[in-house]
């Protein structure tokens, strides 16, 4: 049973391009989280998402972020504009449906560099 | 208030010590709290959870002690082994919310032979 997959693992841009950052949830896993990891800090929530619906996007900057979960393939987390201040690695988490304690589960993360 | 406030930042032990991390928040509408295993470069994995109804939770080496009244909670690693040195991170959430965690700014562990 495959964990979570996030891609790409490296991510170099430039100031001012845009980064697209995929994630696909382990298998019947609905709920989708990204989260970003400064250096030497914990993670901070960005957005949670469920199968074409964003349920809660109070971590996320108002600004040239946006995130996606369609129906059919993986969830998108993008980056428009990029800043040196985007730097950081960037995890998706995944939970399964239902009621009660439904634990997140990582993957390895996309670490993301500006130029 | 969203904060959980973690310590030690970094935590050096010998093998066979007893490591301890220690966890405190402010919201009390929290009511799940797990900690996580980070190795370098690899994502946060699940180590162990508690939830408020308990005051003490123990699988394997790890046990979390979890003190409501004083919105503490902790995690002990009993037999430390090299193995271990990792950053640990506490976090907490709210369950039938967005059930989004919490974390604290992580511990990093480092256990000598």
């Known amino acids: 049973n495959a964990g979570v997959m996030q891609n790409p693992r490296h991510l170099v841009r430039r100031r001012g391009q845009e980064a697209r950052l995929r994630c696909s949830p382990m298998?019947?896993?609905?709920?989708v989280y990204w989260y970003r990891q400064l250096p030497e800090e914990g993670l901070k929530f960005m957005v949670y998402?469920?199968?074409?619906?964003?349920?809660?996007e109070s971590g996320m900057p108002k600004e040239r972020f946006s995130a996606e979960f369609p129906k059919e393939g993986p969830s998108i987390l993008r980056i428009q504009q990029v800043v040196r201040g985007d730097s950081a690695a960037y995890f998706c988490?995944?939970?399964?449906?239902?009621?009660?304690?439904?634990?997140?589960?990582f993957g390895d993360g996309t670490r993301l560099s500006i130029l | 208030q969203q904060q959980v406030k973690q310590s030690p930042q970094s935590l050096i032990v010998q093998k066979g010590g007893i490591s301890i991390i220690n966890c405190a928040y402010e919201n009390t509408a929290f009511d799940y709290f797990p900690w996580y295993q980070q190795f370098p470069g690899k994502g946060p994995a699940l180590l162990i959870a508690i939830r408020p109804d308990v005051s003490e939770k123990k699988e394997g080496r790890f046990t979390i002690s979890f003190n409501k009244s004083a919105k503490q909670f902790s995690l002990h690693i009993m037999d430390s082994q090299p193995g271990d040195s990792a950053t640990y991170f506490c976090?907490?959430?709210?369950?039938?919310?967005?059930?989004?965690?919490?974390f604290g700014k992580g511990t990093k562990l480092t256990v000598n032979p």
């Open positions: 298998k019947g896993h609905s709920h």
């Open positions: 976090a907490a959430s709210i369950m039938g919310g967005s059930e989004k965690l919490v």
């Open positions: 998402l469920q199968k074409e619906n964003i349920i809660d």
């Open positions: 988490a995944s939970s399964p449906p239902g009621q009660g304690l439904q634990p997140q589960h």
